[in-house]
RNA sequence: GGUCGGGUGGCCGAGGGGUUAGGCUGAGCUCUGCAAAAGCUCCCACAGCGGUUCAAAUCCGCUCCCGACCUCCA
């Protein structure tokens, strides 16, 4: 099949064309968590993102090294000195060690990512990993001369850095402007100017974690570490990087700038930004103290939450804005997701039903080119720059088709055998593969839970043929009362359960 | 303040010069013992004011709101 993919590139702001650098192979690299707390809502819809950037390249053909990286050293929170490391801090708060912390959060945003079916990355560097890496590139920065060292500490030497090269292309910033802008008392501070920024910084001996380096002993600067790893696995130019809208600047903006002075070559071909999840139209963020932790959504439990919602609909409600929107979480949001997520599994589900039989009525070449032309467009939506909210229109589109053949409204057999299976092909495709919103949300013992039900059912069919409708319709409410919902069917009773 | 992005029907949310977004809600109908589900139909919106154009929600200008970044942040 023939793709013509085109991605929207933050650096050129224009939505081009995707030419990989050595096709089959895509090099992809995102920014993933620092890890010192629980990663929340906000934090996965980018890492959602990307998710579905990785299955949709991989689906349609290439073959993908996908990069997210786990940033576990502590970064200064500012280059001035008296900025906080957040892991430390974390660290003293609960009583254990950096590493300890690392560990635990790290995990904990293992466990998120497999609830909400994020597939691991082809690799998951860690920032300590690679101290040697970071340590080589600084190297390289200060012999190319743009980078300084004082007492102990490298920075970036950004005016230096531009008698040569640009900066500040990617967040469209002025570097005049920001050093105008950022006129503190800074009297202390060891920066040439404002806008240069630490890739090594000195640290005490009661910073706990700290590595030894040719300038003393220190830590790395946040920005190099995604340089390091990306040039490391993926080599000095590569296809794309992503990250949230919130990392364009200063985060990715250095990046570029390390990697242009170090092998003096821009690093990355495609930059993508997600946008941010805002609660009110503000963004979601921890220190804003409107976040939601994926636990307080499976059970409710949050303030603003009227209802425990389940972890599918979730990541369907994500994927029904654009990317590069922003999407407001709110709970009437949320439930119209949920129904809209409930109307397609029924119709995924009425899909994998389906048995094809051949009849002796002739097709119907309108009905044939109708199907056949949706699953070309859930196609070319996502390929224009992974638009999942237009292909997921499309979707339900393909749904209503599917649920009119299930009802018999259209018979299945007016469109020909190949037709029906493009169609099972495609969707299915889409909601395993591409969307992945396929996943079980079922809680306990499903197998007895269908015996159980099993023995309900019999029991009511029994009722409902002396046509004892008070008592059949009082199972079928006290069971929709404990959220089992019984459905009478043409061919039978279905229920389903959320 | 600087830079960038946005204001779409009751709600969410696509699109972005002329042609249906889609979902949720609401109303009606079909099917059904009744529900539910499903299907069909209806509710034709684009902040305001000007301008360009045969044609603007879509382009341009101005105004008013909102947000992001400029500190750590997905």
């Given at each position: 099949?023939?793709?013509?993919?085109?991605?929207?590139?933050?650096?050129?702001?224009?939505?081009?064309?995707?030419?990989?650098l050595?096709?089959?192979?895509?090099?992809?690299?995102?920014?993933?968590?620092?890890?010192?707390?629980?990663?929340?809502?906000?934090?996965?819809?980018?890492?959602?993102?990307?998710?579905?950037?990785?299955?949709?390249?991989?689906?349609?053909?290439?073959?993908?090294?996908?990069?997210?990286?786990?940033?576990?050293?502590?970064?200064?929170?500012?280059?001035?000195?008296?900025?906080?490391?957040?892991?430390?801090?974390?660290?003293?708060?609960?009583?254990?060690?950096?590493?300890?912390?690392?560990?635990?959060?790290?995990?904990?945003?293992?466990?998120?990512?497999?609830?909400?079916?994020?597939?691991?990355p082809?690799?998951?560097?860690?920032?300590?990993?690679?101290?040697?890496?970071?340590?080589?590139?600084?190297?390289?920065?200060?012999?190319?001369?743009?980078a300084?060292?004082?007492?102990?500490?490298?920075?970036?030497?950004?005016?230096?850095?531009?008698?040569?090269y640009?900066?500040g292309?990617?967040?469209?910033?002025?570097?005049?402007?920001?050093i105008?802008?950022?006129?503190?008392?800074?009297?202390?501070?060891?920066?040439?100017?404002?806008?240069?920024?630490?890739?090594?910084?000195?640290?005490?001996?009661?910073?706990?974690?700290?590595?030894?380096?040719?300038?003393?002993?220190?830590?790395p600067?946040?920005?190099?570490?995604?340089?390091?790893?990306?040039?490391?696995?993926?080599?000095?130019q590569?296809?794309?990087?992503?990250g949230?809208?919130?990392?364009?600047?200063?985060?990715?903006?250095?990046?570029?700038?390390?990697?242009?002075?170090?092998?003096?070559?821009?690093?990355?071909?495609?930059?993508?930004?997600?946008?941010?999840?805002?609660?009110?139209?503000?963004?979601?963020?921890?220190?804003?103290?409107?976040?939601?932790?994926?636990?307080?959504?499976?059970?409710?439990?949050?303030?603003?939450?009227?209802?425990?919602?389940?972890?599918m609909?979730?990541?369907?409600?994500?994927?029904?804005?654009?990317y590069?929107?922003?999407?407001?979480?709110?709970?009437?949001?949320?439930?119209?997701?949920e129904?809209?997520?409930?109307?397609?599994?029924?119709?995924?589900?009425?899909?994998?039903?389906?048995?094809?039989?051949?009849?002796?009525?002739?097709?119907?070449?309108?009905?044939?080119?109708?199907?056949?032309?949706?699953?070309?467009?859930?196609?070319?939506?996502?390929?224009?720059?992974?638009?999942?909210?237009?292909?997921?229109?499309?979707?339900?589109?393909?749904g209503?088709?599917?649920?009119?053949?299930?009802?018999?409204?259209?018979?299945?057999?007016?469109?020909?055998?190949?037709?029906f299976?493009?169609?099972?092909?495609?969707?299915?495709a889409?909601?395993?593969?591409?969307?992945?919103?396929?996943?079980?949300?079922?809680?306990?013992?499903?197998?007895?839970?269908?015996?159980?039900?099993?023995?309900?059912?019999?029991?009511?069919?029994?009722?409902?043929?002396?046509?004892?409708?008070?008592?059949?319709?009082?199972?079928?409410?006290?069971?929709?009362?404990?959220?089992?919902?019984?459905?009478?069917?043409?061919?039978?009773?279905?229920?389903?359960?959320?």
């Open positions: 099949m023939e793709h013509q993919l085109k991605i929207y590139d933050s650096l050129t702001r224009e939505k081009r064309l995707f030419v990989p050595n096709p089959p192979f895509v090099g992809m690299y995102s920014c993933g968590p620092t890890v010192y707390n629980e990663v929340h809502l906000g934090n996965l819809r980018t890492f959602t993102t990307f998710d579905v950037v990785y299955r949709y390249l991989m689906h349609i053909g290439y073959k993908v090294r996908y990069v997210r990286n786990i940033t576990d050293a502590g970064h200064l929170t500012n280059d001035a000195g008296e900025g906080v490391d957040r892991i430390e801090e974390r660290a003293k708060l609960e009583r254990l060690e950096p590493m300890e912390i690392v560990r635990k959060y790290t995990d904990n945003f293992h466990d998120v990512c497999r609830i909400f079916n994020l597939l691991p082809s690799i998951e560097p860690t920032a300590t990993g690679h101290i040697v890496e970071q340590i080589e590139m600084i190297k390289k920065i200060l012999a190319n001369g743009y300084y060292e004082v007492n102990g500490s490298i920075y970036f030497d950004v005016r230096k850095f531009m008698q040569k640009e900066y292309k990617l967040s469209g910033r002025n570097v005049d402007e920001l105008e802008g950022s006129r503190e008392l800074d009297g202390q501070e060891e920066k040439k100017n404002s806008v240069d920024f630490a890739i090594w910084k000195s640290v005490s001996p009661n910073h706990i974690q700290r590595w030894q380096s040719p300038w003393g002993e220190g830590i600067g946040w920005h190099l570490e995604c340089s390091a790893m990306g040039t490391k696995y993926l080599g000095k590569f296809d794309i990087h992503g949230g809208m919130d990392l364009k600047f200063p985060h990715h903006e250095c990046e570029i700038a390390q990697s242009v002075g170090a092998d003096d070559i821009q690093p990355v071909r495609y930059w993508m930004h997600a946008n941010m999840l805002t609660v009110n139209g503000d963004k979601m963020s921890k220190s804003k103290g409107n976040s939601f932790l994926p636990m307080e959504l499976f059970t409710g439990k949050h303030a603003m939450l009227e209802k425990a919602y389940a972890p609909p979730v990541r369907f409600f994500m994927l029904q804005a654009h590069r929107s922003t999407l407001d979480f709110t709970n009437s949001a949320l439930q119209a997701a129904k809209g997520y409930a109307r397609l599994m029924t119709a995924y589900k009425a899909l994998n039903e389906l048995v094809y039989t051949k009849a002796a009525a002739p097709t119907v070449p309108a009905e044939i080119e109708e199907v056949q032309k949706l699953c070309k467009e859930v196609y070319e939506k996502m390929d224009d720059d992974f638009n999942t909210a237009e292909a997921i229109a499309v979707l339900f589109e393909m209503k088709k599917i649920n009119s053949y299930k009802e018999g409204l259209i018979t299945l057999s007016s469109i020909d055998e190949a037709t299976n493009l169609l099972k092909t495609t969707f299915n889409f909601i395993k593969d591409i969307l992945a919103i396929d996943k079980e949300d079922s809680t306990g013992d499903d197998g007895k839970e269908k015996e159980l039900m099993k023995v309900i059912l019999e029991l009511r069919k029994d009722v409902r043929a002396r046509k004892d409708f008070a008592a059949s319709d009082k199972i079928r409410d006290e069971l929709l009362k404990i959220g089992i919902q019984v459905k009478d069917g043409k061919d039978g009773v279905t229920w389903t359960m959320n």
